[in-house]
T-cell receptor, first 110, second 114 residues
């Protein structure tokens, strides 16, 4: 089977740093993805990790530890527009689809 | 502009009345898929297609049909909609024949079945 766990909701202050965790269990692993989804809108791609380590892209970074089945998304210098849901998804070896977690709703407050 | 379009954006229908949600992409992508999104359940894949005339089931295919007669179009068909198919539906596409790290999602179709 497969399972992804993310916190349901988080709140952080504008200008701060927030870390959104994702743990997964899957039979065969071939990549972990993070998507951002604003309320009522389509998801948009943020990052992709297939090897262990940190991938940095501007204010957003994503980390993966395959041995621990663990990833996090780090958002720096938070802005009000970062209020959104953040979806963690995994690709299984041999599968041609993504399995999504239920998402973490982040609220940025002034 | 590169995009995925879906129609209609909003639809209210009654149980048993066949409907089709269209999806079209202008990026020449080979891979396309359909998801539904429900509160507390996240995005779940319904069907996907790796190329013209090649489709396969995702995680929740029951009650849905798809076809891929042209590369750009991937319609979702509900032959006999039921209230448990009330949901937000997204179409997505990726370059290549396998799901790529960057999927492009359409704007979504909010379907209500009464």
């Amino acid at each position: 089977g497969q399972n992804i766990d993310q916190p349901t909701e988080m709140t952080a202050t504008e200008g701060a740093i927030v870390q959104i965790n994702c743990t997964y269990q899957t039979s065969g692993f071939n990549g972990l993805f993070w998507y951002q989804q604003h309320a009522g809108e389509a998801p948009t791609f943020l990052s992709y990790n297939v090897l262990d380590g940190l991938e940095e892209k501007g204010r957003f970074s994503s980390f993966l530890s395959r041995s621990k089945g663990y990833s996090y998304l780090l958002l720096k210098e938070l802005q009000m527009k970062d209020s959104a849901s953040y979806l963690c998804a995994v690709k299984r070896t041999g599968a041609n689809n993504l399995f999504f977690g239920t998402g973490t709703r982040l609220t940025v407050i002034p | 502009e590169a995009q995925v379009t879906q129609n209609p954006r909003y639809l209210i229908t009654v149980t048993g009345k066949k409907l089709t949600v269209t999806c079209s992409q202008n990026m020449n992508h080979e891979y396309m898929s359909w998801y539904r999104q429900d509160p507390g359940l996240g995005l779940r894949q319904i069907y996907y297609s790796m190329n013209v005339e090649v489709t396969d089931k995702g995680d929740v295919p029951e009650g849905y049909k798809v076809s891929r007669k042209e590369k750009r179009n991937f319609p979702l068909i509900l032959e006999s909609p039921s209230p448990n198919q009330t949901s937000l539906y997204f179409c997505a596409s990726s370059p290549g024949t396998v799901v790529s790290y960057e999927q492009y999602f359409g704007p979504g179709t909010r379907l209500t079945v009464t």
